[in-house]
């Protein structure tokens, strides 16, 4: 009898496993074309900026194509780095066991996924405030928004996000390997504890307070072009805003369509776990004080 049925049994293993390795090169296919083509397409977005800087340098388009060029290197790297872990992580067959014993390569890729995750997001945000200044207060932006202060700007952005992706490992507290065991975050499941909450919490609403800024920024920079467009109908000098404001637009969407969903998703999941934890301790308060009477 085992004789009969071990025939049938090796055909299904053979099956399975042909369907794992099929499935395993897929997922890594997959990645490597993500990441490739995120990786070509800012590398030509960097190659377009520097040269549109170099026109403009003196010009009131020097600082927003000095943000864009920031916002898209950060995304470049991004790609990069996150990108090769990933496919790294495919290709090991999501083992974490086997190749992440000391918890470092999981710290090290859900650091890079929160600073870069949230430090496109804040520099989208810089971009809008930067163009609604340029459009709302063009004399203060010609005296104030200089190459140095922007230098400045991004400086403190980008430390502000490397700031909030070293938060759990200040507190010795570890990233997650997600469900999908394909990538490292916050605890997201299963959130008890404050301190998890509380970065779930901080990580969502700078996300979603950055793309509230980006689209109130952004509609009153729309607003006062199409204003001043409609009133004096001259057009020299302010089609390169109207081009920046559909630019930012752009941003703006992607932005929205790619991290709405998830920073909504773990604020809730965060808010909502705490509930829970809160109407537990009533539930408990009240059970002893009925005890007590």
């Known amino acids: 009898m085992n004789s009969s049925k071990s025939p049938g049994l090796a055909g299904f293993g053979i099956l399975k496993n042909t369907t794992c390795h099929t499935e395993k090169k897929i997922s890594v296919f997959f990645s490597i074309i993500f990441m490739t083509v ?9 190659v377009i900026l520097m040269k549109a800087y170099q026109r403009f340098r003196q010009k009131s388009k020097a600082s927003f194509l000095l943000l864009a060029s920031g916002l898209v290197i950060t995304d470049l790297f991004g790609h990069l780095i996150n990108g090769a872990i990933a496919v790294f992580v495919y290709a090991s067959d999501k083992d ?4 992440n014993q000391s918890n470092i390569l999981c710290s090290v890729f859900g650091i890079c996924m929160v600073f870069f995750g949230l430090c496109p997001l804040l520099l989208g945000s810089v971009m809008a405030v930067e163009r609604c200044i340029g459009v709302t207060k063009p004399i203060f932006h010609s005296t104030k928004m200089t190459s140095k202060h ?9 430390l502000f996000a490397v700031l909030i992706a070293l938060l759990p490992i200040l507190r010795f507290r570890a990233y997650q390997i997600q469900a999908s065991r394909t990538w490292c975050f916050y605890k997201t499941e299963h959130v008890e504890d404050w301190e998890d909450r509380f970065y779930l919490l901080l990580f969502s609403c700078l996300g979603l307070l950055a793309l509230a800024i980006s689209f109130l920024c952004n509609a009153v920079t729309g607003i006062t072009l199409l204003r001043v467009k409609f009133k004096s109908q001259q057009r020299q000098g302010r089609s390169h805003h109207f081009e ?8 703006m969407c992607v932005s929205c369509i790619c991290w709405s969903p998830f920073l909504d998703s773990w604020r809730s999941s965060a808010f909502s776990r705490s509930r829970a934890c809160d109407m537990a301790h009533v539930k408990l308060s009240l059970g002893r004080l009925h005890r007590d009477f």
């Open 38 to 46: 995120g990786i070509l397409s800012n590398s030509l977005a960097i």
């Open 96 to 99: 974490w066991i086997r190749f």
């Open 150 to 158: 922007v230098k400045m700007m991004l400086t403190m952005v980008c």
């Open 244 to 251: 920046m404001i559909i630019q930012l637009l752009a941003i």
